[in-house]
């Protein structure tokens, strides 16, 4: 533990023992991994000011400190804060431009890794609520993802304001919140006299009692009398920081008034917009006021961001709207323009209204959602009331961003407002489409009304229309729901509309549903889903539709093509970043998620559910942590963390909500997989075919859609359920003949050898060797090993010691490496019976069988249980008596009761 050094009292702190001494004991921990702490309070309780301590101490103790100050108007200034974090720093690049998002929050991961490798890092920030949304999510990235390099964050969080609850701390998790409660009245006292000391002990208590403990607004209390300024005991001491900037000259007061609207910003940008000939003129008297301070490179802020509040609360919307106008005029960069522009115009304006929804864009791409939405419900209010079409696609787009930024409920209300006005047709589609892609819930009702609503002329834009609906409601029905034969029927009649009109996007999405949902029922449709990709070009550009290459990845991945998949996957999780789909992040890393468990790699399957539920959490999408529940559930399992459990009831939960039926099944794959992990065979085999029920309730006829029935073959195998394996097997040969999935053929050649290891079949060993190397060829390398697990049975039973030596070391290597559980023991139990004799002079297949004897197993029942004949049995038994000087079962039972042989190996 390391012990604080002693309190050093800095000037102008005033009582705050506790508080002083904790962040003292911060700066002497600051080497130590993860140390971070949040002074929390409201507006003027004193953060800054031990904020600022505490900055000076870390610095004293050899930290590098990156500080960042935001200020209120600093949330719309996107990646502000890193660029203070981050300016000076030689590889800093432009962060506002960095795409995708994960390749700046990677950036900053990187940097902070370097940095602290040479000394500790304190990312110091001033205030938390403040921070622009690129900055937040980009810091809580980073900060989660360090181990233990010595990088922390010391911060303040601003809880309460005069006037409303301010935003909360963004989530960074594992902080220390200290809370700095309201000053006692005794040093309150103290901060007025030392600050106003001709003022009188009375009224220096009087000024305490209207600042309610608050310290800043003690001081600014203080200074009100100081200068006459008339205060009433219900007076707001906003009000009071108000009369202060009032009493500053004009130029001055048109300075910080435009500061207020900016933020930090250099002094030529306010000069330009302020009209101001003589900036000095203008910028001393706040100086001299303590209003404002002068900052490196000529930035100009707010000494105390309560007064940046002060001079907003003080303005009149007009001279708001005036001030906008001048710094959109001043300001060259064209976000932070558009912003301004937003603030200034009023009416109808069409060319604003183009700018503004470009910058918006342009932010959504970055990363900064909420800005973007607010930019959004901008140019929506001055695009005409006549361009129907330019007033939904802004609306829809607003939709998204709001959800986007974790606001799906406003989301959704925006969707059902606009749905209410809109009259059936194309632009009520297209609202319809977003509001069943944000919200499941009532989804169909939703669509099954848009369709009544379709006019009953038979014009090619109401077919075109009738079209899209079908082909969402055959996506949301298929693939969704699990209701496969309904939803391919009205998918199937969307593909003959589009083809009809020739609507390469309707065909696109169409086909992409009618494939997947034929390929799910067993029939694939050749070369279908290879034509929704080269179609759709167009459809990837919305943030809404189904993709096509999404659901060919899923289709490659199901039938065994791996890399194909891998590279759909990803180059539509590359898309949906660089279109501004953030909404979209968490599905497909959900996707790239089960690619990578499926190779094998389960660290990257990690980071792949990390990095979506992050974005989940910052969206607020309860379903998409649905979908993550499932590769998240699977990942627990083989790893035997009973985590699985809780992953498995929120499929249950979400399923039984939503009707989403398939996350049953997948619900019952993650718990048959996690008895697999404790070597509970039969316990496995048992959820596994729950699962498969579940399947087979929903039409499935894939194996690979959600890979429940091999490993239901491989749990009956362990258990040596023979007539399981066998039924199971000739499902499995039924599912995959029509399928041409070389994953399926692998599958069904490894079910084949398995059900002739049981039945003492010598060729057991050639069939599932060749399953191996298939499944290895494949990439899908946990399979592969699974299935090598078998291949040393039968290597043992025909005496091929050297194949259980390779092969078992391999497969043990790959078991080992994904920290996947049960399999890696049932391999080290094969390797121990070619590791030669045990001390007593019996081979460790001899250990076995008399350890079994001793627990009461007959000869058949332990043949079965160790994949050899009875007659194998016998000989091994004869050769132990002989080795024992032992005549008989009750005898070796009893050596081995002595002994403390036991029989707690797995059966393979």
């Keep these: 533990m390391v012990v604080p050094r002693a309190t050093v009292r800095p000037p102008g702190i005033v009582g705050r023992d506790l508080e002083l001494q904790r962040v003292e004991a911060f700066a002497a921990e600051v080497g130590a991994p993860a140390r971070s702490l949040v002074l929390v309070g409201e507006a003027g309780i004193g953060k800054t000011t031990l904020w600022e301590h505490g900055v000076a101490r870390c610095r004293a103790a050899h930290a590098q400190v990156l500080v960042t100050r935001p200020s209120e108007d600093d949330r719309d200034s996107p990646a502000q804060g890193l660029h203070d974090l981050f300016d000076r720093h030689p590889a800093y690049p432009d962060l506002a431009r960095v795409r995708p998002v994960v390749e700046r929050s990677r950036w900053v991961l990187d940097q902070l890794r370097t940095l602290a490798a040479h000394g500790p890092v304190v990312v110091a920030v001033d205030d938390l609520p403040w921070l622009d949304d690129i900055t937040r999510r980009t810091l809580r990235f980073a900060l989660r993802r360090l181990g233990d390099e010595p990088v922390s964050l010391l911060a303040t969080a601003r809880t309460w304001s005069p006037e409303r609850l301010a935003a909360p701390a963004p989530g960074l998790d594992g902080v220390e919140l200290l809370d700095l409660p309201r000053l006692e009245a005794g040093s309150l006292r103290r901060i007025v006299t030392a600050a106003a000391p001709t003022l009188s002990l009375p009224v220096a208590a009087q000024v305490g009692d209207l600042a309610h403990g608050n310290p800043f607004f003690a001081l600014e209390l203080a200074r009100a009398y100081r200068l006459g300024t008339t205060v009433t005991p219900d007076g707001s001491p906003l009000a009071v920081l108000g009369h202060r900037v009032a009493r500053l000259p004009a130029g001055t007061l048109r300075l910080v008034r435009l500061l207020a609207l900016a933020g930090p910003s250099p002094l030529r940008v306010l000069a330009a917009a302020g009209d101001l000939d003589n900036i000095d003129d203008a910028v001393r008297p706040g100086l001299e006021a303590d209003v404002v301070a002068l900052e490196r490179d000529d930035v100009l802020r707010f ?63 970055r990363g900064a959602p909420r800005v973007a939405a607010d930019l959004l419900a901008d140019s929506v209010r001055l695009t005409a009331p006549g361009d129907a079409e330019a007033c939904v696609r802004r609306t829809v787009a607003e939709m998204m961003q709001r959800a986007t930024a974790g606001d799906l409920p406003t989301a959704v209300g925006i969707a059902d407002a606009l749905l209410a ?12 489409t977003g509001r069943v892609v944000l919200e499941f819930t009532n989804a169909e009702a939703i669509l099954r009304a848009a369709l009544d609503d379709v006019p009953g002329d038979e014009s090619d834009d109401t077919a075109r229309l009738r079209g899209r609906l079908l082909a969402l409601l055959g996506w949301l029905l298929a693939i969704h729901l699990g209701r496969v034969e309904e939803g391919l029927g009205h998918a199937q009649a969307a593909l003959d509309i589009g083809r009809s009109l020739d609507d390469a996007v309707l065909v696109a999405q169409a086909a992409s549903a009618v494939s997947t949902a034929s390929l799910l029922l067993g029939r694939p449709a050749d070369g279908l889903i290879d034509e929704a990709v080269a179609r759709g070009a167009e459809v990837v550009q919305s943030q809404l539709a189904l993709w096509p290459r999404v659901l060919r990845g899923r289709q490659q991945l199901w039938d065994g093509y791996l ?46 559910v990390e990095d979506g539920t992050e974005a989940a959490l910052d969206c607020g999408d309860e379903r998409a942590m649905a979908w993550l529940a499932y590769p998240a559930g699977l990942l627990a399992a083989l790893r035997g963390c009973d985590t699985a459990r809780a992953h498995a009831d929120r499929l249950d939960s979400w399923a039984g909500r939503v009707g989403e039926r398939p996350r049953h099944a997948m619900a019952g794959h993650v718990r048959g997989v996690l008895a697999t992990a404790h070597g509970r065979w039969s316990d496995a085999l048992e959820e596994l075919l729950r699962a ?75 069939t599932l060797g060749r399953a191996h190397d298939r499944l290895a060829d494949l990439g899908y390398r946990l399979d592969a090993a699974r299935v090598g697990a078998f291949v040393l049975a039968a290597a043992l039973r025909t005496g091929r010691r050297q194949v259980v030596r390779d092969l078992g070391g391999r497969c043990l290597a790959t078991f080992e490496a994904a920290g996947v559980r049960g399999w890696d023991d049932v391999v080290r139990a094969h390797l121990d019976r070619v590791r030669g004799a045990s001390d007593d002079g019996l081979t460790p297949t001899e250990a076995e069988i008399a350890a079994l004897v001793a627990d009461g197993l007959r000869n058949r029942e332990i043949a079965v249980r160790m994949f050899v004949s009875e007659s194998t049995v016998e000989a091994h038994l004869t050769r132990t008596y002989r080795k024992l000087g032992l005549r008989n079962r009750a005898e070796l039972s009893r050596r081995v009761e002595r002994s403390g042989v036991s029989a707690g190996v797995s059966p393979l």
């Excluded at 059936?424 to 609202?431: E, S």
């Excluded at 998620?593 to 660290?603: E, H, I, N, P, S």
């Excluded at 029920?693 to 006829?701: I, Q, V």
């Design 303 to 365: 000494t105390h961001p309560l007064i940046a509040t002060a001079v907003l609360a003080g303005m009149h919307a007009l001279d708001r709207r005036a001030l906008h106008a001048a710094l959109a005029r001043a300001v060259t960069e064209p976000d932070a323009r558009a912003v301004h522009l937003a603030g200034a115009a009023e009416g109808v304006d069409a060319a604003a209204a183009d700018e503004i929804e470009a910058a918006a864009l342009r932010l959504a791409r």
């Design 421 to 432: 006005r809109l009259d059936p047709g194309p632009l009520r589609a297209a609202v319809v």
């Design 692 to 766: 498969l029920s579940a399947l087979d309730s929903l039409g499935y006829a894939h194996p690979g859609a959600v890979p429940v029935l091999p490993q239901a073959i491989h749990a009956a195998c362990q258990a040596g359920d023979a007539d399981s394996v066998e039924h199971l097997r000739d499902r499995l040969h039924r599912q995959s003949a029509a399928l041409r999935s070389p994953w399926a053929d692998a599958g069904l050649l490894a079910a084949t050898g398995q059900l002739m290891l049981l039945r003492d079949d010598p060729a057991s060993l050639d």
């Design 563 to 608: 890399g194909p998949a891998r590279a759909d996957l990803e180059q539509m999780h590359r898309t949906a970043m660089s279109n501004g789909a953030e909404f979209q992040r968490s599905y497909r890393l959900s996707d790239l998620a089960l690619v990578a468990l499926a190779a094998g790699d389960l660290a990257s399957a990690a980071q792949h």
